[in-house]
């Protein structure tokens, strides 16, 4: 049974990548990922204000990122959330300097700004994506949020900006009000399957539509969601949450319940049934979409009954 993929051009045993993490932050968890039997690594991002703060941040990251494709046995994708046009290609460059095999853009950028509009905004993560792609030959994938008036047509302005690949959505993780101290403190809570419903959508939305690889990413928990990602047409599927939860031995579970779910249904390769949900084979998918919802809606009532 062959569950290889291409994702970023790059050739992978099986679709389950593991997606940044600290798990993916250092060598000893980036071991672990590979001998579970991860068919990728996305190295833990380097945010270019903690390299402001901290040089050896990133001189850490990147010795991370060279010792890890120097074993040469997955590809290593370096990731990266700069704030600044100049830290977001130095960083990119040294990435690829320092042997990744892709670079992913982590475009994570809250619009504060009542004066900044989403037309500006948009054509600052385009004009990211083209200083990136005009200094580094690796393939670059972006990691975008939901949060456009238009995701789709976003997605295909990067698509034409150069991105070999998209990868669907970035989780924000919002701040909880203490009422003891009056401050915002931290509250960080791991994915549910649930959450992998609205990528699931865009995927299948976008799936065939736009010349680029697409990556899920969120609510990977079990084989399922896996399978669900590759019916709606994902190349890779990411996982974090799952694995912080359960460790790397996890991957296992995943690959092992895709491939006898595979086997079950006679399938032999993924493209035997990856991209069957995929929107691109209907012959209107937002009146689609209409429907479906109002089916949801619909039917939610009769659940509860």
């Known amino acids: 049974m062959d569950l290889s993929t291409r994702y970023l051009g790059l050739e992978l045993k099986h679709p389950v990548v593991a997606s940044p993490s600290p798990l993916t932050r250092d060598m000893d968890g ?16 380097v945010f270019e204000e903690q390299v402001a703060a901290d040089r050896s941040i990133l001189e850490e990251r990147l010795e991370t990122v060279h010792q890890a494709s120097q074993q040469g046995s997955i590809p290593i994708i370096g990731s990266l959330n700069g704030e600044t046009l100049g830290g977001w290609v130095s ?18 950028r809250v619009p504060s700004d009542p004066n900044e509009t989403g037309e500006a905004l948009e054509q600052s993560y385009v004009d990211i994506l083209r200083a ?32 070999d690949g998209l990868v669907l959505f970035n989780r924000f993780y919002e701040g909880d009000v203490d009422l003891t101290t009056l401050l915002v403190k931290p509250d960080f809570r791991l994915s549910t399957p649930y959450d992998s419903r609205l990528p699931m959508m865009w995927i299948s939305l976008l799936s ?13 928990w079990t084989y399922e969601e896996v399978v669900k990602y590759l019916l709606v047409g994902a190349d890779a599927v990411m996982t974090t949450s799952s694995l912080l939860k359960d460790g790397p031995q996890h991957l296992e579970t995943l690959v092992s319940g895709l491939r006898e779910w595979m086997k079950a249904r006679g399938f032999d390769t993924l493209a035997d049934f990856k991209g069957r949900l995929a929107a691109a084979h209907l012959y209107d998918p937002s009146a689609f979409m209409r429907v479906h919802y109002n089916d949801i809606l619909t039917s939610s009532g009769k659940d509860h009954a």
């Open 30 to 45: 980036i071991r672990r990922l590979v001998d579970a039997g991860a068919a990728a690594i996305v190295v833990a991002s």
């Open 91 to 108: 960083v990119a460059t040294q990435l690829e300097q320092a042997g990744a095999s892709a670079i992913e853009l982590d475009l994570y």
């Open 132 to 163: 990136v792609k005009a200094k580094v030959k690796v393939p670059v994938a972006v990691k975008l949020s939901p949060y456009f008036s238009a995701p789709a047509n976003m997605a295909k302005q990067l698509v034409d900006a150069g991105a």
């Open 208 to 220: 065939g539509r736009l010349d680029a690889s697409l990556a899920a990413t969120s609510g990977v």
